[in-house]
């Protein structure tokens, strides 16, 4: 059974949060991410930006009923802001020790196998691209991404 994230975009304005209604990024699945933003399915080992926070006491009516509502199988609940996404730096490198062995699937890396890579190349364009995207809403620091995931 796989793992999916859901992803809300919030931006501060005149002192509160608004939903932003059309944005959902890093909405693939794509475990390499997962693990990044909240150590969920991290069988890579990569680094995380933050560990998983729960939800902002301050979420928006929409995110909050959509979690309530939508998510009853909702697990790992957490924020970031674009701020903090923007400060991180993805140019370090890592053991990325998720690796296939025998022909069957995923296994953890022995010394001497998997392979050492940037968080920039692990994580991939599209996480780029939608952090550039999120990233012309507003000041870094009033906006936010908040998620979770289910199974």
Known sequence: MGCDI???VEVR????W???HDRSPFDVRHYGVF????????YSHSPVIAKPRGLPADITVETRTWWQDHAPDG???SYLTVAELRAYDYDQVFWDRRVTKDGNGAALAD????????????LGA????????ISRLGDPADVR???WFDS
């Open 18 to 20: 608004c939903h932003e």
């Open 75 to 77: 697990h790992t609940p």
């Open 6 to 8: 859901h992803t809300f």
């Open 13 to 16: 304005r005149g002192g509160r």
């Open 111 to 122: 010394e001497g196998e998997g392979k050492n890579r940037t968080v920039r190349d692990f």
């Open 126 to 133: 599209s996480f780029f691209d939608d952090l550039d995207a």
């Open 35 to 42: 693990g990044f933003l909240a150590d969920v399915r991290n």
């Open 145 to 147: 991404v908040v998620l």
